[in-house]
């Protein structure tokens, strides 16, 4: 019995070729697995540059937030009844075949920008959608730092 044991307690020579084997083999493991983060670090990159055109931008310049909306057929408007004097009230792009045919009223792309401007406002649009199709999105918000205009209103 006490042979036993001190032959289990030394590897034999299948055994520790075995053994290097296994250190070599996690090696060349962990190798493959930072070749592999490494690979998926680029195709995050490529996927985070195609969907670019997936996610919101903000727009403030009337000659591209103008042509994104002309590309999809949207006229300027304002809500209806929103407005008081010299003020179109609350701006909107009207797409055809939307529900804003009865709440919304065309107004000029001078009178849009105006009250874009005044109001200190960038438009948030998409320019395709996650399948590939053009894309209507669009939200006015706040505009952030140091484009932001100031809001000033005039008396009613």
Not at 37 to 53: D, Q
Not at 68 to 77: Q, T
Not at 85 to 104: A, N, Q, T
Request: aromatic share 6%; charged share 30%.
């Amino acid at each position: 019995m006490a042979t036993k044991k001190a032959t289990a307690k030394r590897p034999s020579k299948t055994a520790a070729k075995s053994a290097n084997t296994k250190s070599a083999g996690s090696k060349s493991a962990k190798s493959k697995s930072a070749n592999s983060r490494s690979a998926n670090s680029k195709s995050a990159k490529k996927t985070a540059s195609k969907s670019s055109s997936h996610s919101a931008m903000p727009l403030t310049d009337h000659d591209q937030i103008q042509q994104w909306a002309e590309a999809r057929d949207a006229k300027p408007s304002c809500v209806k009844n929103t407005g008081g004097k010299g003020d179109v009230g609350m701006i909107r792009l009207d797409f055809p075949g939307y529900s804003g045919e009865d709440s919304l009223q065309e107004i000029s792309w001078d009178e849009w920008f105006e009250s874009f401007d005044e109001n200190g406002l960038a438009l948030l649009v998409q320019e395709t959608t996650a399948s590939g199709e053009q894309s209507n999105f669009n939200k006015l918000v706040n505009r952030t730092g140091k484009e932001s205009a100031p809001k000033t209103r005039t008396a009613r």
